[in-house]
């Protein structure tokens, strides 16, 4: 889905309009709903002017007038576009692996039912390894004596969940 954040504000004739929340909720919302139902025709600013007089005609705040519509229009899709390159070239950094950044905790999700958490418990002042099945429920917690013995002990976990998972 596309980072529509860039709908909290207005740009009209360089001034920056910052919308109200439930206005800036309801313009994104009109934006997901045609980007789920309609994502070609996106491509076109025709839809999006489309979209901009349709949030002119039912807000009761004019934060422009009629006539700077297009230019409004003309600024949110050229951040749709922007954030729709973005997206393609985060994407096409990982096309080898749709894991995105590995981690422990997804090494052993994909090798095991098991999954690993490090976590400080302050009223012992001491490190703890706790071990949780697919259901949340603790299978068992190891006690360490720091986080970098924390982060040694997960790790030793994750080497032997996928020297297991390869025979």
């Known amino acids: 889905m596309d980072n529509l954040d860039f709908l909290n504000t207005i740009y009209v004739k360089r001034c920056k309009i910052i919308l109200s929340e439930s206005e800036s909720f309801y313009?994104?919302?009109?934006?997901?709903?045609?980007l789920l139902n309609e994502s070609k025709q996106m491509k076109q600013i025709d839809f999006v002017v489309k979209i901009v007089k349709e949030f002119y005609d039912k807000s009761k705040i004019r934060y422009f007038r009629e006539e700077d519509i297009q230019e409004v229009s003309n600024y949110f899709f050229k951040k749709l576009n922007e954030n729709r390159g973005r997206q393609s070239s985060k994407a096409s950094l990982h096309t080898s692996s749709d894991l995105g950044n590995i981690n422990s905790?997804?090494?052993?999700?994909?090798?095991?039912?098991?999954?690993?958490?490090?976590?400080?418990?302050?009223?012992?002042e001491t490190d703890e390894v706790v071990f949780y099945d697919d259901n949340g429920e603790v299978i068992t917690k190891r006690t360490v004596a720091s986080p970098d013995e924390a982060h040694v002990a997960m790790k030793q976990i994750e080497v032997s969940a996928i020297s297991k998972s390869k025979k």
């Not at 313009?27 to 045609?34: G, P, S, V």
């Not at 905790?105 to 012992?124: C, G, K, Q, R």
């Open 27 to 34: 313009l994104k919302n009109l934006f997901r709903n045609r």
């Open 105 to 124: 905790d997804t090494v052993l999700d994909f090798h095991t039912d098991v999954n690993v958490e490090h976590v400080a418990d302050t009223f012992s």
